[in-house]
Structure formats: C-alpha cells, structure tokens
C-alpha cells in the first residue's frame, strides 16, 4: 500500500515543458476569425468607425449584427457586398463620401432594421435604391443633398416606421402616395430644414392623426396660405408634438422672397386677415364615441367608396387587420368593421382606419376618438346617512324639551305642593346676600316621629362673611323650615359654637 502516497505526490507534479493551468497567457488574446485590421469585433458586434476607410473591407465576420462603418471616407459600394452577413441588423455608414447608392446594393439585407446614411453627399434616391429592405423599420437620410426622391423610392419599406430626411434640398413632396409608403406603420415624417415652397392643405389634412403627430415641416420657405396656417394652428391646438415643439421655427414667405420670411404662429399683419375667413372641410372632426366598461362596441370605417383593403391602428399604435389583435380583445371582421366585445379602459384612445381600393383615395381615413367609463352605481334603497342625520335631530329635539319645557302637573303632587311653590322668588333672598361660595342641598328622611315630617332639612357650607362673628358663621334652620319660603331663616353667630368648627366644614341642624 506504500505505493499509493507516492502516486498522488507524481499526479501533482506538472509535466515538462507545460505550464501552469493557471498562468496567465502570454501576449494579446487571438483576434476572431475574419476581423479585419484595425476594426473592433466583440460577440455581434463590428466597428471599423474612423479609419479612414476608402473601401469596405472584403473580409467580414459572418456573426456580425451590428456594421459601423461611419465617419470614413467611402465613395461607393458595390452590389452584393452584404451577401457575408446574414445577420445584419443594423448598419451605420453616416458622415461618409457616397453621392449615389445603386440598384441591388441591399439585395442581401432582408433582416436589416435600422439604415443610417446621415451625412453623405446622396443627391438622387432611385426607385430601385432600397430594394431588399422589406423589414427595414428606420432609415436616416438627413443631411445630405437630396433635392430629388422617386416617385416610388419608399414603395418596398412596407415595416418602415421612421423616415428622416431633414436637412437636404427638397423642393416638394408628393404627401398623395409618400412615395410608395405605407401609413399602417408610419410614425416619423422628418422634413424640416428643405426648401418645400409648395404643399398641398387638402393632402395633409387626409393624413391619419398618428402621422400628423410626428410630421416635422418647420424651418421650410411654407407660402403664407391662410388654409395652411389655420391648419397648422389647429394641430398647435390639439396639442401635436411636431408642431408645439417646433412653433418659433415655422415660417412663411410673404412676398417669395427670402428675406421677407414670418412667423406663423405670431401676430403679423400678414396673416391677420386669415382669422377672418376659417378655412372650412379641411380635417374631418373626429367622431366621438362613449362606451361603457364590460359593453361590445363595434366601429365601422365609412368610406367614399367599396374598400379593396381596409386595416385599423389602434390608441396604442398596433396594426389592426383580420382576424385580431395580438391580445385577442379587438378583431376586424370580414365587411372591415372593427368590433370589441367587452370594452376595457386600455380601448379608450383614438382609433384610425386606413381604406384603400381603386376608387378610395389612397389615405382616406375616418377616425373614432372612443372614451370608456364605468357604469353608473345605482342609488341606495335605504339611506342610512338621512336616517343617522334624522335621529340625530330627533335626539336634539328631545333634549331641548327636557330642559326648556315646564315641568307636568303629575310632579306638582309628588311634593304636595302647590305649583307656585316652584316658581323663583322675585327678590333675592338672605341666603344669596351670604355670597356663599358653594352648596350642595341635599334631602334627608325624617328621623324621629314627633317631628314634622319634611325633606327640608340640608347641609350648608359657607364662607365667613363678617368680622363680628370671628370668622365663623352658624347657620340655624328651624325644623319646619320651607324651602319654599326661606324667608324666616334664622341665623345664629357665636365665636365658641361648637356646631360649627371651622370656616369650610359643615353645619348640621
């Protein structure tokens, strides 16, 4: 057995030429595979930012979600480039030299989410420029030269929800089609800082009311129009971010000239005489709907004409088409109605519906501004605050009779009296001319038979009230004394009495 110890002791030795497994390695940890040079890659990550990049590198990691090739000085990109990456989600190539993209450029990025080409110098966008990029949900095109945007560039971005191209050369846009967008998704509209001189009232005003909340125009030579400026004051009105954030930087050209440019929502002659004549028929009102919690509610989209396609967005910004929301509480019927079974207080909002068809203009909407509430308690049958405030005034009136109230004829006989006998003397008499300090009167059976049977015998506690007496007073009551009469009271002084012993103690008689 003396072999075993001599085993552990050769298993705890580290072999030749291998170093501790806990030793620290040597030099920079091995780059992964396909990074390329001077770029950064970590998990999903790959940043190749200011480099001073010319081309894109040909060698890229295929695990890569995440491109930032910004702030380098790229001129052009050639087709099938994104082919290695099928993971892309988001790729950055803002503050670059690239004057034109191309057609098939993003014919391999069909996950991609996120497109920014911020600071270029892009002066057309073609038709076929963003093709591939189904799923792509923000594109930043602002700062660059855009003074030209096909008609249908946006028509394959059906997922694209926010579109900035603040900052270029835009002379117009067609708000008819938005250029092949689709207002389902739709939440961001950045135009400002162009030089739009022409937009059609009658378009923005068919726009849904999620779209005007997010559509930027100001910082743009607008015509000083009084259908535009009342438009525009009315969403100042309601409240839409695009315009109360922005309301100094919205101005007008009153002459066509640059510098006679004025602000929209100041007091100027200019756009004085508009309060005169309201523009009228410009947005529809929205139709106000109450609905109670637990009720069904059921909304139908009035268009002009037979819908081809008719789809919902709801308070909470959710694509609504058949058969439901992904809750299950809301579901769009066959005819394009909208029905709720039990209405929550999550419905309350503003409800959009979106028609399209051959013969509907192509953002026709009709809007339902729905508010829940819940349903009215019934009132009590029995009132138990009235019938607590009744016995309290009850009580009161009870008290005010006992104390008020003159005494019944029935008390009158239990003493054998006459009533008068109860009645106050008019003029005060000896015993209040004392001025007593305090007594108590208290009645006492009779004691013995040959007296006169009375209640009338009681202790009284005086204070002395001459000096003649010595500062003692005695108080002497005659046995047959009358409490109706306390006229013939008797008293009685001596500085030796022995009835009384002090000035505070009782007199007995």
Not at 13 to 35: F, H, I, L, T, Y
Request: glycine letters at 8%.
């Amino acid at each position: 057995m003396a072999w075993r110890p001599l085993l552990a002791a050769l298993l705890c030795v580290p072999s030749a030429g291998r170093g501790a497994p806990d030793s620290p390695a040597e030099g920079p940890p091995p780059a992964p595979r396909n990074c390329p040079l001077k770029c950064v890659c970590a998990a999903d990550l790959l940043s190749c930012a200011g480099l001073g990049l010319r081309e894109v590198p040909a060698a890229l990691p295929a695990s890569a979600a995440d491109l930032d090739l910004s702030h380098n000085a790229l001129r052009r990109l050639r087709p099938g480039w994104l082919a290695p990456l099928p993971r892309l989600r988001v790729l950055r190539l803002g503050h670059n030299e690239l004057g034109a993209l191309g057609r098939g450029l993003f014919a391999n990025a069909s996950g991609l989410r996120q497109l920014d080409l911020s600071s270029n110098a892009l002066r057309v966008l073609g038709r076929h420029d963003l093709d591939g990029l189904g799923a792509l949900e923000k594109l930043l095109l602002f700062n660059n030269r855009l003074a030209h945007l096909d008609e249908h560039a946006f028509h394959g971005l059906g997922a694209l929800s926010h579109l900035y191209l603040g900052c270029n050369e835009l002379e117009a846009f067609s708000f008819d089609h938005l250029h092949g967008l689709g207002t389902a998704h739709l939440r961001t509209l950045d135009l400002s800082s162009n030089r739009l001189g022409h937009i059609p009232v009658p378009e923005l005003a068919a726009l849904p009311s999620f779209l005007k909340n997010g559509l930027y125009l100001h910082d743009n030579p607008l015509p000083c129009d009084c259908r535009l400026y009342h438009l525009l004051k009315r969403w100042h009105q309601r409240g839409l971010g695009a315009v109360c954030d922005f309301v100094r930087e919205y101005t007008c050209l009153a002459f066509k000239v640059p510098a006679s440019r004025v602000r929209f929502f100041e007091h100027s002659h200019i756009l004085g005489n508009c309060s005169a004549a309201p523009a009228r028929g410009l947005e529809p009102p929205e139709e106000q709907l109450h609905a109670q919690v637990g009720r069904s509610l059921r909304l139908h989209c009035n268009a002009s004409a037979p819908a081809l396609r008719v789809a919902w967005v709801s308070p909470q910004q959710e694509l609504l088409v058949a058969p439901s929301s992904q809750d299950g509480s809301i579901a769009v019927l066959a005819d394009g109605s909208l029905a709720i079974e039990a209405v929550q207080p999550r419905h309350a909002g503003v409800f959009v519906c979106l028609a399209t068809g051959p013969r509907l203009h192509h953002h026709q909407t009709h809007e339902y501004n729905v508010s829940v509430h819940f349903p009215h308690p019934e009132p009590e049958a029995f009132n138990t605050g009235f019938t607590t405030l009744l016995g309290c005034a009850v009580g009161l009136v009870l008290v005010l009779l006992y104390l008020f109230a003159p005494p019944c004829r029935g008390c009158c006989r239990c003493c054998h009296r006459p009533c008068r006998c109860r009645r106050w003397p008019r003029a005060p008499s000896p015993l209040q001319e004392l001025s007593a300090q305090s007594s108590v009167l208290s009645t006492t059976p009779p004691d013995a038979p040959s007296r006169k049977a009375s209640v009338h015998k009681h202790v009284v506690f005086l204070e002395p009230g001459r000096r003649g007496l010595n500062g003692r007073v005695q108080l002497a009551v005659a046995e047959d004394f009358d409490l109706c009469n306390p006229g013939g009271l008797r008293l009685q002084a001596s500085s030796e009495s022995t009835s009384s012993t002090g000035s505070e103690g009782p007199a007995m008689t």
